[in-house]
């Protein structure tokens, strides 16, 4: 039988084409094959004052000022006006996307400390962890919010009324996150990562579709930053320790920089 093109097909399948979220952070897009898988949640971990909460409101700063990306910040270590007063010193004027409706930052900690809050969008004393879900739900749809912040883990714990075992309110959290369709960076802490626990509570790393970690090494007497992508599903990224610097104009990771 004669050889007839026609009969051989070549079925190629379609690769799944992964939807990227630009980060906002110079240098760490190209790390990640062009941003975050969209919808999914990235822990961000590290010691203290390594710019996790930096990186955190740089993502959603950034997706409403560059990206026209509606953003939610629940900050539950510090006040919303600290938090705003904080920012401008990278010139973050967080308040201006609140009057355009493209920022909401909800207050976690007025009144869990007894201050009375001013604030449009605030948690109340005595919160479950229903109430926590379901009022951060309801923000997220008032803005249509495409990414969320949640700054930090232990502090949810510590804010919420009910104890609850952290890993069922880290599943329940993420659960309703994929739901919202949202792209989130939620914090945690890492006293010392070198140790190899790179969490407060050591599962918070299970829950999150990728980890991100800020550190510090010694070199020559001074301390340098450095971010490591610890993991990043649906995405090929290397596995090495990048420098980041945080000047007046927030964070920069270099892609082609050696720490030692
Ligand atoms: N305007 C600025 N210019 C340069 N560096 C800054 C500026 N503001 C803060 N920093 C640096 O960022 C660090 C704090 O970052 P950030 O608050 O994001 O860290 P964090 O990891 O959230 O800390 P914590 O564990 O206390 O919550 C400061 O210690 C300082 O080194
Ligand atoms: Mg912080």
Do not use: C
Not at 32 to 40: A, D, I, M, S, V
Not at 167 to 174: C, F, H, M, P, T
Not at 204 to 209: A, K, M
Request: zero cysteines; glycine letters at 8%.
């Amino acid at each position: 039988m004669a050889f007839n093109p026609i009969d051989v097909k070549v079925i190629s399948m379609p690769k799944h084409v992964v939807e990227r979220v630009k980060t906002g952070v110079p240098g760490l897009d190209d790390l990640l094959n062009g941003g975050f898988p969209k919808g999914t949640t990235v822990l961000v971990t590290g010691p203290t004052g390594t710019g996790k909460t930096t990186f955190a409101v740089q993502f959603v700063y950034r997706g409403a000022e560059l990206y026209d990306e509606p953003g939610v910040i629940v900050t539950l270590e510090e006040r919303a006006q600290d938090l705003r007063r904080e920012m401008l010193s990278f010139g973050w004027d967080l308040e201006k996307y609140e009057r355009e409706g493209k920022i909401a930052i909800i207050d976690g900690v007025s009144s869990i400390v007894g201050l009375p809050s001013e604030e449009k969008f605030a948690l109340e004393e005595g919160l479950n962890v229903e109430g926590f879900l379901r009022y951060v739900y309801r923000v997220v749809k008032s803005i249509n919010a495409k990414r969320l912040v949640v700054d930090s883990i232990p502090s949810i714990a510590i804010r919420l009324n009910e104890e609850k075992d952290i890993r069922e309110v880290l599943l329940r959290l993420n659960t309703i996150l994929l739901e919202m369709g949202v792209t989130s960076i939620l914090t945690t802490e890492a006293e010392d990562p070198k140790s190899g626990k790179i969490s407060k509570y050591g599962v918070e790393e299970f829950v999150s579709r990728g980890v991100i970690l800020l550190d510090l090494i010694e070199k020559d007497v001074e301390l340098k930053r450095y971010l490591l992508i610890r993991k990043m599903r649906e995405t090929k990224h290397a596995m090495k320790k990048y420098p980041f610097e945080i000047t007046e104009d927030g964070i920069t990771v270099y892609p082609s920089g050696e720490i030692y």
